[in-house]
């Protein structure tokens, strides 16, 4: 067996291939020192063997991770995965031995909330499943395997509850799942695009979360959750445009607090779409939509600024674009620091130089301080998006233009689906029906 290992592996220095014998028997034992817990090897492998009183039969009859291995096409997929080969008695065993390398119990770091749980999802694929199992103890929790990637051959779990999820989407969750075709998948986004097609969507149509709570809510709402191996981020489909503005602390504030705060996301998502565009259609083309006493103060802020308003909302823009995407990619410790000063700093200068009003300065920190307020990062960036079509319209047709411009927008969002589900769908739950609820066939 180690010969033909040796052929395998033949540049991997870190394949382990060890002869060793007792009065009894010998054996031969072959894996891959990285993907293996030593200690585990150690304890139910070599130490047993050296021992005077060692029975390997004992040991197969006892030990659930044994497993008689009959196929020598599955030795290297296998030794990849953290398997253990041993040859005894002319007979190929594969023991279980995979090393996990994960942080248990992590915080939260992407939904953060001050209140409800802290602890996120962890990149091993079993304390997950534990979480979610926790908080969702029902024995309608159903969770299938799949494995996606003909390289790197990574489990993917879909999770749903199976007397409440519509068996129509889940059809087309595991038809979606078996026919993706790709070499390598390593994480939550590159699936969502798998699983969303080559259409080029303007809104994310998929939540991806790393919240424990949210995923058990979601599925008690009919919907599937997709878990990768390796991966801290989950799944949520199908997703409504409202899921995306729904903030986890929603389900523990109270009523009125939440419908305010609420309203106050859809409030600053219209103003991050479009008041650069306001901007622009009523200062160049409809100032008599202000009173007299506004017009005058916007129109002695520009006095100094020697273009048209559109040139000066795209120089603010590309600088809080450059600013929010530097804060994104600085290290932790000097991101916030160096992008507050450098906005300071541009902002003012910017101003005292003439380059831009000081009303525009308003505009823009307003716009970017709304756009924060969307709870989701998906959604969130594609709303940042928005604004820019809105704003090339309003240069040549004014007001209109930003009104025909929302008018596509919404009929776009209604015109969407995910997994067959409208995208608009504000109100009501999916879930199918009281009389159509029935237990679905697992596979």
Partial sequence: ?????????????????????NSEMSIEVAYIEPLCEEKKISDFIIVPFIKEEYSFQAQLDTNPDYEILEDVAMWQSLLLRGHVLIQANGVVYSFKAERVICIENSQTQVESAIQGPQIALSENINISLNLIRGMYPSPDLSVEEHTIGTLSQTPVFALFDQRRVDPTVLDNVRTKLTTINVEM??????????????????????????????????????????????????????STF???????????????????????????????????????????????????????????????????????????????ETLIEASIRLPRYIGSTATTVGGLILGQAAQQAGLVSSIMIIVTSVVAISNFVIPVNSLSFAVRFLKYPLIVISIFFGITGVAVGLFIYITYLCSLRSFGKPYMRIFGKLRPLEGDVGQVKIK
């Fill in 1 to 21: 067996m180690n010969e033909r290992i040796r052929l395998l592996f033949a540049e991997a220095i870190d394949i382990k291939l060890e002869n060793l014998k």
């Fill in 185 to 238: 998948l390593h994480s939550a986004g590159e699936l969502e695009k798998l699983l969303v097609g080559n259409r080029k969507h303007l809104f994310p149509t998929i939540l991806i979360t790393e919240r424990p709570d949210r995923i058990t809510s979601a599925i008690s709402k009919g919907k599937i959750i997709i878990l990768l191996k390796g991966n801290m981020f989950a799944l949520i489909l199908p």
């Fill in 242 to 320: 409202f899921d995306f503005m729904h903030a986890v602390e929603d389900d523990y504030d109270s009523y009125w607090m939440t419908r305010f705060l609420i309203f106050l996301r859809y409030t600053s998502t219209l103003l991050t779409i479009t008041l650069p565009a306001l901007y622009i259609s009523v200062v160049s083309y409809n100032p008599e939509l202000f009173r007299v006493q506004l017009a005058f103060s916007i129109a002695g802020s520009r006095s100094a600024v020697p273009y048209p308003s559109f040139i000066e909302v795209f120089i603010m823009l590309f600088m809080i």
